[in-house]
C-alpha cells in the first residue's frame, strides 16, 4: 500500500455536510466576545456537548471557524475570504448563549443580568504590564510589575450546577 493520506470526500457526502458557522447542534453554546483571541479553541470543548460561538464585539475582522469534519482545514467554506473581513454570519445574540467567556471591564455580562459569575481566574494585562516582565519571569521584579485582570466562565442560572 502506497497512498496513506485521506481521501477526499465524495461530492454526495459534500453536499450532506452542513456548513459551520452560526448553526450549534449541541445542547449549550458557549459564547466569546472582544476576548475571542484568549480562547485556546473549539477544539478543547467536549465533543457533542458544547459549542463555540461568538457575539459582536469592537474587533471587525474574520474570526476563526468551527473544524468541519469532512473539509477539515484544507478547504476554505464560502465564509471565508483572503483578506480578513469581517464575516457576520460567525455571531449570535447574546440571549442566544448559555455560557460566556470574558474579561473584568469588557464586554462580559454581569452578575445579576440574567448570568451568574462560575469561575474567575488571574490573567495577564498585556496593556499595564511591562514587556519585559510578561515575556520572561524575573524573580521578585515580576510580581511587583506585571498587572493582571480577571478572565471568569459566565452561565445563565439554569446551567449553574451546585
Known amino acids: 500500500m ?4 485521506a481521501l477526499p470526500p465524495s461530492p454526495r457526502a459534500l453536499s450532506r455536510a452542513e456548513e459551520p458557522g452560526t448553526r450549534c447542534g449541541a445542547p449549550r453554546r458557549l459564547c466569546l466576545g472582544s476576548e475571542w483571541y484568549r ?3 473549539s477544539f478543547f470543548l467536549p465533543p457533542g456537548g458544547v459549542c ?10 474574520q474570526l476563526p471557524q468551527p473544524f468541519h469534519p469532512v473539509h477539515g482545514t484544507r478547504a476554505a467554506t464560502p465564509a471565508m475570504n483572503a483578506v480578513n473581513r469581517e464575516e457576520p454570519s460567525r455571531y449570535v445574540h447574546l440571549e442566544e448563549c448559555d455560557l460566556f467567556v470574558g474579561a473584568e471591564g469588557g464586554d462580559a455580562p454581569r452578575d445579576g443580568d440574567g448570568w451568574t459569575t462560575v469561575l474567575e481566574e488571574p490573567m495577564l494585562d498585556v496593556d499595564a504590564s511591562p514587556t519585559l516582565t510578561r515575556a520572561f519571569w524575573i524573580p521578585r521584579l515580576s510580581a511587583r510589575r506585571n498587572t493582571y485582570t480577571v478572565m471568569a466562565l459566565f452561565a445563565r442560572p439554569t446551567d449553574v450546577k451546585a
Do not use: E, K, M, T
Open 2 to 5: 502506497d497512498h496513506y493520506a
Open 39 to 41: 480562547f485556546p479553541a
Open 52 to 61: 463555540l460561538s461568538f457575539v459582536r464585539s469592537d474587533f471587525r475582522g
